[in-house]
């Protein structure tokens, strides 16, 4: 009887969308739109890849995604209530179940790999359990667990800035894994480790996601690993969305037209015009494309 | 004279020779406000006055007697310039706080709560307050402040620390909100953005990012601390400028001498202290 | 790693029982010893001084420094009390700039001998020739000159002001010199680190086409460190400006005059203007030398 709510949450098809983005626009100053009116339904336990060059949006979509950045306009509804008339303590709450992985520099180096993980458990923490943590670590079983699971098993007393650059992202994992978020936000998670080591990462993120029945949105500048690791691919440029659908369903052509050819001298060339002008397939409104993720395999 | 227009890139400006001039003018003026007449070093009963006082501290003083006396004021100027540094943190932080923009209304832990709540006047306010009193605590000197508290409160070392805490305080302050308005944004995006409340992001985010800086320069304002306490002597508020003021007033420059060398020995001392705790530090 | 259908967030955080995280590396005794002793020497400071938190907090000293405090306003602004404020600030300000001038001049005449750069290493030390006399001369030169800049910083600007009065009598000039005696000791010292530190290729470069060692000083090394020099410069003004109010008190006229009369003979209205005129001048020459120094870099 109690799985049943999940259950039929899970079947009927408006509220299995645990993110939902409508006409979302950003714009900074008088500046060109950073990203331009997005319309998005993200589904429970989708692993989503956003591509695209850069420059194209991803980042600041991201920090609107985990409410770090309010959208000059459209909306995001997340888990059925729009974030916006969220009162501070709501937003709180909806951000304990936003996790978030960033592309680097956003750890707190001078702090031990300790406190960087268990910082994802101050959403839930009291106040006064935050800063007794500081001085007498709390659930350390549960840090150090996390840490074992991202294979960093023994820097738990490490100070974060004597680790390598991936180390760092696996601690970045660990600290997310530790928030245990419903939605789980990675930008460009790899793009400052070597190649070798991107593939680990990804695929470590995506495996602990789907075992943990985690959504998951990860922008990515390696095409590659987008195509091999996720359900469903986004193409971002110029603040909106060129192409959503299925990795078997990306084709050549649609990458071509979204890296556009001639990009290298700068500014706006004339390929993307004419791509913007005559996009290649219509802006999917719904969860159209969705395919329910693999997790049996 | 006409290639003016061939050149755009340098078009005439009549502004630097006015700068030179207005430069020149100030000059000008200075000198004559400030009776600057080198000539004054040169003559025969200054140069004997400036002889025998510099004659006059050699040899220094280094009796047993006189510096048993004056093992007294030496700790006391430790004592002062210490407590004056402790109520200058405290007067620095409370101050900080406030005067912080990054902790009130601007950077990223206010991009989304504001703009909504619209209680931006609110957190300006205490901000504008904040850096008005430390711009205040600043401006005075610290030997004016304890003029001040010596007509206030009387004589004795009381004034002298809450001079020092007073006009440290203001200079502490300022830094402490710079430095906390540097620290790197990414990590405090990442603290809020796991649902951590204000003071968390501030105790995980904010305080390992600024405390090397502000103990650092905390230790710098401990030695400054040191010196001015021996000018704040001079005003009475006990110490080693005490007995230098004295010393100067009997015409005992060797004793004078003496004192100095001890102002020096202190700051040398705090200097390898704070040098020892900058290492460990970083 | 194999996918599984374990329960969101149970799957990390099952075994942490079994496998204990190591325990924290122990802080080292002498942290806390560290600890105690500053705790201690802030005891002990407190108590030699006589001054408890009582004292600064009770009700007695308040009332004691509120009443004064209140006696001080409202501020005199007649005419002439205004009048002479203003003239004094002028005066203040004139001895605050003619001394930082003399003491750029005098840091100007010392760095040649006071850096290392110019005496007995870097670049212009490494071409053979110099015999070892001449370098035991340079060494000696060097030597010297940093000792005169130290003896110069070391005594407080109040010190000079007693010794030029003797010398030169009562009045701004005597000011002058004391600020620029002892500002110039701790510019000189500035001065030298900044050409220590200079970027050595273009005096390299310079030395090559066989310039001498006063060319590659003019063209190699001012250029490089002017900028620096100025805003040293601009920095010791604030400071001098503060400085310069001080000097007042012990004959050097100018606003810090007119405020110890003012102590003296409790004119407590007028006292109050002045300071009023010194939070004005100071917020000036700080905006002033703020404006400079953005436009230097």
Known sequence: MSQAPATSQAMSGTTACILRLHLLSKRFGSQQAAVQGITLNVRRGETIAVIGPSGAGKTTLFRMLNLSLPPTSGSIIFAGSPVASLGPKQLRAVRRRIGSIYQQHHLVGRLRVLHNVLSGRLGRWPTWRALLSLVYPLDLGDAAAALRAVGLADKLYER???????????????????????????????????????????????????????????????VGLALRYFSRVLGLRDGEITFDCRPDEVTPLMLAELYGGDRVFGGRSRQADHASAAPAMPLPTTCLHFQPPATAT | ????????????????????????????????????????????????????????????????????????????????????????????????????RTLRFAGVLHEVALRRRRRWLLAVLPYAGARGLLNLLRAVPELVWALIFVRAVGLGAFPGVLAIGVAYG????????????????????????????????????????????????TLYRWECAIRASAVLGFVGAGGIGQEIELSMRMFNFHEVMTLLMMVFGLVAITDLISAAVRRRLR | M???????????????????????????????????????LIWW???????????????????????????????????ATVRSALWGSIETLAISLMGTLLAVLIALLMVGGASRAL????????????????RLTLLGLSLLARGILNILRAIPELIWALIFILAVGLGPFAGVLALGVHTGGVLGKLYAETVESLDPQPLEALQATGAG?????????????????????????????????????????????QMYVSLSLFHHHQLLTQLLALFVLVTFVDAVSTWLRRRLS
């Open chain 1, 160 to 222: 974060t800035d004597h680790l390598s650059g991936g180390q760092q992202q696996r601690v970045a994992l660990a600290r997310v894994l530790l928030q245990d978020a419903d939605l789980i936000l990675a930008d460009e998670p790899v793009a400052s480790v070597d190649p070798q080591l991107a593939d680990e990462i990804v695929e470590l993120l995506v495996t602990l996601g789907r075992e943990a029945g985690k959504t998951l949105i990860v922008s990515l500048h390696h």
């Open chain 2, 1 to 100: 004279m006409s290639s003016a227009p061939l050149d755009p890139q340098h078009p005439r400006q009549p502004l630097p020779y006015l700068k030179l001039l207005l430069a020149l003018v100030a000059f000008g003026a200075a000198w004559r406000l400030t009776e600057m007449q080198p000539s004054a070093l040169f003559a025969a009963e200054g140069r004997r006055n400036m002889l025998a006082f510099i004659g006059g501290m050699f040899p220094p003083d280094l009796s047993v007697d006189f510096l048993q006396r004056m093992l007294g004021p030496l700790l006391t100027t430790i004592q002062l310039s210490i407590a004056g540094m402790v109520l200058a943190i405290l007067i620095g932080l409370a101050l900080a706080l406030p005067a912080a």
């Open chain 2, 170 to 217: 203001g200079i502490l302050g300022k830094i402490y909100a710079e430095i906390i308005e540097g620290v790197a944004p990414q990590p405090l995006e990442t603290l809020q953005s796991t649902g951590a409340g204000k003071l968390a992001v501030f105790c995980y985010g904010i305080v390992p990012q600024a405390l090397p800086h502000a103990v650092s320069y």
């Open chain 3, 2 to 40: 194999g996918a599984s259908q374990a329960a969101p967030s149970q799957k990390f955080f099952t075994s942490n029982t079994a496998a204990l995280p190591p325990s924290a590396p122990a802080r080292a005794w002498w942290t806390w010893l560290l600890a105690l002793g500053v705790a201690a």
């Open chain 3, 45 to 79: 400071s407190f108590r030699g001084v006589g001054v408890d938190l009582g004292m600064l907090l009770g009700s007695e000293s308040r009332r004691q420094m509120l009443s004064y405090l209140l006696d001080l306003y409202p501020p005199d602004l007649t005419s």
């Open chain 3, 119 to 134: 005496t007995t290493s870097g670049v212009l030390f490494t071409m053979p020739g110099a015999g070892r006399g001449r």
């Open chain 3, 213 to 257: 060692k006063v060319a590659i000083f003019l063209y190699g090394m001012l250029p490089q460190a002017a900028p620096h020099f100025l805003a040293y410069g601009l920095y010791r003004w604030e400071v001098n400006i503060r400085a310069a109010a001080i000097l007042g008190f012990v004959g050097a006229g100018g606003l810090g005059k």
